[in-house]
């Protein structure tokens, strides 16, 4: 069975470290920073057999470099040939195994064009997801690249997943988010309580990811720009903005994201 933890990068990164039961093998996802991978490596006696990228940004890829250089090993990600060191591009419906686990790719364009994540629904245990800058806990990625009703799109595929799929992103963004959450759905008390127990987390130095699909519906606006509450949120800060899509709403929420301080 796979084993996920995480492996803490940067200001507020997660390397996210795949291994299993029955071998020394692990892959790793978005290793921005090899030295921290590999002081895991060395500290736990595991051999690093993969790499699953999600996309071109710097703190996602600048570790592949030094990891393959003496592995001969695969590097997944997407079809875009801009990032070093790719030797699986990976686009829409693609599949790939590893460490016995069969995941699926999803195209999620919005943070950059790029984004793709990794599904897995494994025989034992709940489903996964590797969801890079795309999906935060109570929030997403900046539209750095993509259009709000690509990332609009991008979400509704990850709406659609398992309510238990566990849901790994790349960055600890939880607390701020949820400030967020909380001005655009004040009634929102699952949004309060969740502030409440990730505070805690926080103070305590540990992860509050995974989250999950079930979770996320009920906190992350950005995942409930199909409620009321959010709408009417969006209408009065926004008055003057066309709101009629979905992608709208969508588009306008993360602009009143960028400028929430
Ligand atoms: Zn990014």
């Given at each position: 069975m796979i084993q996920i933890q995480a492996i803490p990068a940067f200001q507020d990164n997660y390397i996210w470290l795949l291994s299993e039961d029955s071998s020394q093998h692990c892959l790793v996802v978005d290793p921005g920073d090899a030295s921290v991978v590999e002081e895991t490596l060395a500290k736990l006696d595991l051999e690093l057999t993969g790499i699953l990228v999600t996309h071109h940004h710097w703190d996602h890829t600048n570790g592949i470099k030094a990891l393959t250089k003496n592995r001969n090993i695969p590097v997944y990600g997407?079809?875009?040939?801009?990032?070093?060191?790719?030797?699986h591009p990976l686009n829409e419906t693609d599949t790939l195994t590893v460490l016995h686990t069969e995941f699926e790719i999803f195209k999620t364009p919005?943070?950059?064009?790029?984004h793709i994540v990794y599904y897995s629904c494994p025989e034992q245990g709940d489903p996964i997801l590797f969801c890079g800058d795309t999906l935060f806990s109570a929030g997403c990625g900046r539209l750095f690249e993509g259009t709000a009703e690509q990332m609009q799109r991008s979400f509704n595929k990850l709406r659609a997943l398992p309510e238990n799929t566990r849901v790994y992103c790349t960055h600890e963004y939880t607390l701020s988010n949820l400030a967020f959450a909380q001005a655009v759905e004040p009634e929102n008390h699952s949004i309060r309580d969740y502030r409440n127990r990730v505070t805690q987390l926080r103070q305590q130095d540990r992860p509050s990811l995974p989250s999950t699909i079930e979770l996320e519906l009920t906190i992350n606006p950005f995942m409930r720009t199909d409620q009321n509450s959010v709408i009417t949120a969006v209408k009065e800060h926004?008055?003057?903005?066309?709101?009629?899509?979905d992608a709208e709403v969508f588009g306008a929420l993360r602009q009143w994201k960028d400028h929430f301080q």
């Open positions: 997407p079809d875009n040939a801009e990032i070093d060191g790719i030797t919005g943070h950059t064009l790029d926004a008055p003057h903005t066309a709101l009629f899509s």
